[in-house]
């Protein structure tokens, strides 16, 4: 398995900007999916944000489209979230996860996770 570290998380007013970072240890780290998921408080289920392929293709939440952007450095073994526009509703633990298997697409399917970062949105 693959051990992710986010940061990058933070307190923000409405419209600003902030960018996760995921760092991935191990040297196969251009094999995974990389998502990026969140879970707002009181909620008890952890939702999908982004995910990028190895490939590179790119699924976004209906939430996030046009404000968010997935990306991925296979160099550096690392995965980022650029969040623009940020709404109080985007306030929640933001996670990084990893999994090698084809078709990986919700929280249920990732293997390997990160601690999390809080991500803060002030109205």
């Known amino acids: 398995q693959v051990q992710l570290v986010e940061s990058g998380g933070g307190l923000v007013q409405a419209g600003g900007s902030l960018r996760l970072s995921c760092a991935a240890s191990?040297?196969?780290?251009?094999?995974?999916?990389m998502g990026w998921f969140r879970q707002a408080p009181g909620k008890a289920q952890r939702e999908t944000v982004a995910r990028i392929s190895k490939s590179g293709g790119k699924t976004y939440a209906a939430s996030v489209k046009g404000r968010f952007t997935i990306s991925r450095d296979n160099s550096k073994n690392m995965v980022y979230l650029q969040m623009n526009s940020l709404e109080p509703e985007d306030t929640a633990v933001y996670y990084c996860?990893?999994?090698?298997?084809?078709?990986?697409?919700?929280?249920?399917?990732?293997?390997?996770w990160g601690q999390g970062t809080q991500v803060t949105v002030s109205s």
């Open positions: 996860a990893a999994d090698q298997r084809v078709g990986v697409m919700g929280p249920g399917d990732f293997g390997s």
């Open positions: 191990g040297r196969t780290f251009s094999r995974y999916t």
